[in-house]
């Protein structure tokens, strides 16, 4: 078969967006779908805006009916005719009540059999569509999503232009600085043995910016992590950062609030009530065991400890000697599902996140407890009471330090809103974490760690406990969290010169470090600098959700699977030699087993 040209042919109209019947059209796309019933040929068109039906008749132009005959899955066509109603409509289509009758077919470009069918791929490995990710980004499924995603894009510059920000480009190849994840290092041919390092985020760039007076710069950045993968993680991601000048906390969430705003009711059509809920990082974790909880649905935890205080329980009196305490949930109405098999697997989950196992409550007909030789009289009812719980409830209880009972009781309370189905998913639960802990205690080398990037200014009243309590250090710093899923980490920045240094003190590090690492900045605090604080957005993460998809993969267009490669283009590859000698690098592989 001979292919065609597009000749001084030209597109008129998109196919999903043919509407005027008795006009001519011109439409290209790929061919979804062929049906020869004899002497009439249907032929199914799409593009990234829909379908639409192409009609031949083998009377009117046999030619062109000849041509159709040879026409397959997926080949290229363009295709001009009169637009006119279909005999049998189909009403689930935009364009199901009309089609083209076709006098001018093209075929551009042939296919051959495809691995997979791209407009049904449902069941198909997810490995074979990534390694033919060419098609799969034909399905309409991932075309909707990188159309939403694009549309995104769009209403993020327009509200940032419209609120006086300048988007300036940071610089993608900068000098390595611990950001907490590895970087990603590219080798200097110029400058033997010196590497630069490709930016976990635009950071040290935009408090730069915000020294040399642009007060209002936004970005959609790239930026690069060396992390292992999760289903909410890529090697390479896209984040809306901002950073703005002469403001506080107060100024910059109401800006990322009036930009979600904005974004759920462009893209969703949704209103966001203004302002967002505010929760410290303390009430979060003792309310839902989580600093980025899911507030779509209730089983809150609660503290028990006074309640059972003098109860002759050993779990219970160890924790509390120990300074636990004794925490639960109050599943509601979750009696009859959770048999007491089914209470044995949330117990084995709590066990894998550290706890020593769950004491429950189940009320079905009458309370059938798992501690019930400990208690006196009244003590059950006691429980009962302070949490809420009445017949048909599910009260699970767990007795440790409270940096084991908040996460395990917040782990199972997201399993039993799953499993009893309580939680909506049309809704969108948007809210601020605030007062995040300035440090983090590390097990493995018993020592405080930063909990944020260093830069990161501390509360004013925990100023005086930098030294000697870094338990009690709060920092001026906040997430965005939506429906349990962390959007936005923002904070307000160190301005004050001797204050960066005793920060930078207080993590460890030496004069030397400071001044190889951070000199530069370090230097530019000398010079002034206005009171300035930001925030980065991910972009896929924000995309991902809107779009209601499963995974970044489904918003990204050539994303990587969980060991960083892509399986498409299969990198990252092997180089040739001459260009590791040109770089002066020599491999040192390590021993496969």
Not at 513 to 530: H, M, N, Q, S
């Amino acid at each position: 078969m001979k292919l065609d040209t597009m000749g001084n042919l030209r597109r008129t109209v998109y196919c999903g967006e043919v509407s005027e019947i008795g006009s001519e059209a011109v439409v290209c796309g790929f061919v979804e779908r062929v049906r020869n019933k004899g002497g009439v040929i249907f032929i199914v068109l799409r593009d990234r805006t829909g379908v639409v039906q192409l009609l031949f008749n083998d009377k009117t132009d046999p030619a062109v009916f000849e041509k159709a005959e040879q026409v397959r899955g997926e080949y290229v066509l363009m295709a001009k005719g009169k637009v006119v109603e279909r005999e049998s409509k189909n009403d689930k289509l935009p364009t199901g009540h009309l089609e083209i009758f076709v006098d001018d077919l093209r075929v551009l470009s042939k296919a051959e059999t495809t691995p997979f069918e791209v407009t049904n791929s449902d069941n198909v490995r997810e490995e074979l569509k990534l390694k033919y990710r060419y098609l799969d980004l034909r399905s309409p499924r991932l075309q909707r999503n990188l159309i939403t995603r694009h549309k995104i894009a769009q209403v993020t510059r327009e509200y940032f232009y419209e609120n006086g920000f300048l988007e300036i480009e940071t610089p993608m190849m900068m000098k390595s600085t611990p950001e907490g994840a590895r970087d990603y290092l590219v080798p200097s041919r110029i400058h033997e043995g010196k590497f630069y390092a490709l930016p976990q985020s635009p950071q040290i760039y935009k408090q730069l910016l915000m020294i040399s007076g642009y007060d209002r710069y936004v970005q959609l950045a790239r930026c690069f992590r060396d992390e292992d993968l999760r289903a909410d993680r890529q090697p390479e991601f896209t984040q809306v950062d901002f950073e703005m000048s002469f403001v506080d906390a107060e100024d910059i969430q109401a800006c990322v609030e009036g930009y979600m705003a904005r974004l759920f009711k462009e893209i969703k059509g949704i209103d966001i009530t203004l302002p967002l809920p505010r929760l410290t990082f303390k009430d979060a974790m003792d309310r839902y065991g989580s600093d980025k909880p899911d507030t779509r649905f209730g089983f809150e935890i609660q503290d028990i400890s006074e309640t059972v205080k003098d109860i002759d329980f050993v779990v219970f009196k160890d924790a509390l000697a120990n300074g636990g305490s004794v925490r639960a949930i109050n599943v509601t109405g979750g009696a009859a599902t959770y048999t007491r098999k089914e209470i044995d697997k949330l117990v084995e989950h709590a066990k894998g996140i550290g706890a020593k196992g769950l004491a429950y409550i189940r009320w079905a007909d009458e309370p059938n407890c798992s501690f019930k030789k400990f208690l006196a009289e009244g003590d059950l009812e006691r429980i009962c009471e302070a949490v809420g719980a009445k017949q048909g409830d599910l009260v699970l209880i767990c007795a440790d330090k409270n940096k084991v009972v908040l996460p395990t009781l917040g782990a199972i309370r997201l399993i039993c809103g799953k499993r009893l189905e309580v939680i909506d998913e049309n809704k969108y639960n948007l809210l601020w974490i605030t007062e995040m802990p300035f440090f983090e205690y590390d097990d493995e080398t018993g020592a405080w760690v930063a909990a944020h990037h260093p830069f990161t200014m501390p509360m004013e009243e925990c100023l005086e406990y930098l030294d000697s309590d870094p338990a009690n250090v709060r920092a001026k710093a906040w997430d965005l969290v939506l429906n349990g899923t962390e959007l936005s980490s923002g904070s307000m920045r160190i301005t004050d010169f001797e204050l960066q240094q005793k920060m930078f003190e207080a993590l460890g590090m030496t004069d030397e470090e400071i001044e190889a690492k951070f000199g530069f900045l370090v230097d530019a605090y000398r010079y002034a600098a206005p009171p300035h604080g930001g925030m980065g957005i991910g972009l896929d993460r924000i995309s991902m959700i809107l779009c209601g998809a499963d995974s970044l993969r489904d918003v990204v267009a050539f994303p990587k699977v969980q060991n960083a490669s892509e399986l498409m283009s299969e990198c990252p590859s092997t180089v040739d030699t001459k260009q590791l000698d040109e770089l002066h690098i020599a491999l040192k592989l390590s021993e496969k087993e």
